[in-house]
């Protein structure tokens, strides 16, 4: 198998081609570890070299033999260190598989290494002291979003087909918008969290994976999906295999529109263009779309996000070898100052925040079927645009500088349902734009449902980036 001929191929078409003994799973991995070889000296999406062999995997299952890369937020796989993209986190390595994990090893997938990420995983831009920016395959002067930043630059670039990415505030769906990808945010409770974690980032924190096809999202999703043993929460279960509904029509729906941020952040207008185009699509299938949006305080969204921002810290604050400031960037300083003084007070208001949110969207979800809103508010932004290690950032003055870049995505984090950033828009000047589609709770089966028809009538599989393996 030759890089032109891998690249061509998402997971499931690797994945039949080794079923049906076309190529081994051996000679895909030696095209895939050449594949991130290459991109990797182009976008720097690696955070280590690559496993000298990939982890132990099912020899059978869905993804048999598919490539694979795992995000370096945390312990994910046994045995594997981890720095959460930071200088200060040295020596840390994963004690056993997360829940995730594990299942990821069931299905098959062969994981050959590990993904850059923002210090701390609390940036839409990747561009770490510890690594340096992590390059947009589509402008490599623009980054690909945070923070499954190196995942989405990867998979882009065609090195690997589908990489494990988590989405604390949209660090799923906007390094898959920056990328021109698939970038599923599942429901809360739909994906195991465990074992050491009962509700991540106060249960607003969701992991899963970026893709190149709608197929690969709704197979991979099937293979993982439902609660782990003594997980607190437990999404309801699916009505049938996710990958069944891509071919399924919905029937008419409700469907609301919106391009104004609640934060009252500005949109650009190409951006603001492409979900209007989304909206009339689905309204020349038959559907029904209002412009419409949930009622929503947005101080309560900061409130929000503050507390998420200190659930990250808090780990770092309790463990017996604290780390070393010095080596901490600018934000990250200011976070653990934050998280310090942070009270049970604070938190408890920080509930109520939530639950006002989730219930105002909750209710929106009674008069709609679907949401329709940018994923980001901007195009890809150059290096440099955020600025993590900035020492004149407080957390506060962070945090809505990342909002101003990415306004859509922090509120269903919050809220549980849903999300899906699809590859729907293009720029003027070739970039890629994300549309966000968001379900009711539980109801990933309708965003596969419209997303396959989505993929069919605004297809984006022939638009490849100036840098793709492919393309060389």
């Given amino acids: 198998m030759e890089l032109h001929e891998y690249a061509r191929y998402d997971a499931i078409g690797l994945r039949n081609l080794i079923r049906a003994g076309e190529v081994t799973a051996e000679e895909v991995e030696t095209v895939a570890r050449e594949a991130l070889a290459v991109a990797n ?3 720097n999406g690696l955070a280590l070299p690559l496993f000298t062999a990939a982890l132990d995997h099912a020899e059978t299952g869905p993804f048999a033999g598919v490539p694979f890369l ?32 594990a299942r990821f090893r069931a299905a098959g997938l062969a994981t050959l290494g590990l993904t850059t990420v923002p210090e701390m995983a609390i940036s839409f831009s990747t561009e770490s002291v510890r690594y340096g920016p992590t390059r947009n395959p589509w402008d490599p002067e623009r980054g690909v979003g945070g923070s ?16 494990h990415g988590s989405d604390g505030a949209g ?3 906007i390094p898959a918008a920056c990328g021109g ?11 195991p969290c465990g074992p050491d974690m009962g509700e991540p980032m106060l249960g607003m924190a969701y992991e899963f994976a970026l893709t190149r096809t709608v197929r690969d999202a709704a197979h991979l999703l099937d293979a993982v999906q439902g609660p782990g043993v003594g997980d607190k929460y437990t999404a309801p279960p699916p009505r049938g295999r996710y990958a069944d509904d891509l071919g399924t029509e919905p029937g008419p729906l409700r469907v609301a529109v919106t391009t104004t941020a609640w934060s009252g952040a500005r949109v650009d207008p190409q951006v ?4 209007v185009r989304v909206g009339r699509t689905l ?11 949930p009622a929503l305080d947005w101080t309560d969204v900061m409130e929000c996000a503050t507390a998420t921002a200190v659930a990250i810290a808090s780990p770092l604050l309790m463990s017996p070898r604290r780390p070393d400031p010095a080596k901490l960037e600018a934000v990250s300083r200011r976070l653990l100052g934050v998280a310090r003084d942070y009270s049970a007070l604070d938190l408890m208001a920080a509930f109520g925040a939530q639950n006002r949110v989730t219930r105002s969207v909750g209710a929106f979800f009674t008069e709609y079927d679907l949401f329709i809103t940018p994923t980001l508010g901007r195009l890809p932004a150059p290096h440099g645009t955020l600025r993590y290690d900035d020492p004149d950032h407080t957390l506060t003055s962070w945090l809505q500088s990342i909002f101003d870049y990415g306004p859509f995505t922090m509120v269903f984090n919050i809220s549980g349902q849903p999300a899906m950033s699809l590859p729907l828009g293009q720029s003027d000047d070739a970039l890629p734009i994300g549309v966000q589609i968001i379900a009711p709770y539980g109801r990933e089966d309708l965003l ?24 060389r």
């Fill in 181 to 191: 990808l698939v970038g599923l945010k599942p429901s809360r409770g739909r994906v």
């Fill in 70 to 101: 795992i995000k370096d937020h945390g312990p994910v796989a046994q045995g594997i260190p981890f720095s959460i993209g930071s200088r200060a986190l040295q020596g840390a390595v994963a004690r056993h598989d997360s829940d995730l994990m």
């Fill in 148 to 163: 499954s930043g190196g995942a989405a630059a990867l998979v882009a670039a065609g090195a690997v087909p589908v990489a």
């Fill in 283 to 293: 309204e020349e299938m038959g559907h029904t779309v209002t412009e419409a949006g």
């Fill in 41 to 43: 000296a182009e976008v």
């Fill in 171 to 173: 660090s799923i769906r």
């Fill in 272 to 275: 603001a263009a492409a979900t």
């Fill in 448 to 471: 596969f449902q419209i997303a396959g028809r989505l993929e069919q009538a605004m297809p984006w599989r022939h638009r490849t980036p100036p840098f793709a393996i492919g393309r």
